[in-house]
């Protein structure tokens, strides 16, 4: 509207200044009509000049939202990441210790699979991660024994999500009968990634435990505690009140 005021020669003089700057791009709001002087000056400076029926101030927030996740702080990690009841659970672990399969049934189980082998994490603020899959293997997942499989192939687009925000790490590792796990849970282990603090459980692996079933408590006890829920220190006060 402002440069529908301007008279034409005017009009003219600023639109050349903009133009001057090589800026990236010109984006006219609202549906207004395109200057024959953009137009002119676009190609002259070879700037492409883009339409939007969106409000000025409803598409420069979309654009600040889209910039601060293309541009922010990211790491590749070794892992998986599917979503647990809507918990973004990044599994862990060194090779071959199962992160794959126990993601294959929590497919099965009816979750759904944002990454495997490689989970590409975003830092787009300074209390969320999120995490995508490399274009290359998106929707794969490499079985020892078996080879590559197509998740959404196999199991429907149900089964797969593009990104998923971090909300807690689980770690895989053999049992090692020397270490003393926490057994009540009133430890609380974090993860630090790009600088974030994500909450953390060690799961020590051992023949006959059920992992996806392990993951599927670790989510919802994780959802719990973020709505204030601790069964661990629930059991702790009953048992102090005991005593006293």
């Known amino acids: 509207s402002y440069l529908m005021r301007l008279e034409p020669d005017f009009r003219e003089e600023v639109l050349r200044k903009i133009f001057e700057f090589h800026i990236p791009c010109f984006v006219i709001c609202q549906g207004f009509e395109v200057f024959q002087e953009m137009i002119v000056f676009a190609k002259e400076y070879n700037v492409p000049v883009y339409r939007t029926k969106e409000k000025t101030s409803d598409f420069i927030g979309e654009v600040i939202r889209w910039l601060k996740v293309e541009l922010a702080e990211r790491v590749t990690i070794h892992g998986v990441l599917v979503d647990i009841y809507g918990e973004g659970i990044l599994i862990t672990g060194d090779s071959g210790v199962g992160k794959s399969e126990t993601a294959l049934e929590l497919i099965k189980r009816g979750h759904r699979l944002v990454a495997d082998d490689a989970v590409e994490i975003k830092r787009v603020s300074h209390s969320t991660l ?115």
């Open 130 to 244: 999120v995490g995508t899959s490399p274009e290359l293997i998106r929707h794969f997942i490499e079985l020892r024994g078996i080879g590559i499989i197509d998740v959404r192939e196999l199991f429907g687009v149900g089964a797969i999500k593009q990104t998923q925000s971090i909300d807690m790490v689980l770690n895989l590792e053999m049992w090692n009968a020397e270490k003393e796990y926490d057994r009540l849970g009133l430890v609380e282990e974090t993860a630090t990634i790009l600088g974030n603090t994500v909450p953390k459980n060690t799961i020590p692996i051992r023949p006959g435990r059920n992992l996806a079933v392990i993951c599927e408590a670790a989510a919802i006890n994780n959802r719990l505690k973020k709505l204030g829920y601790n069964a661990a220190k629930v059991l702790t006060e009953r048992l102090n009140n005991i005593s006293s």
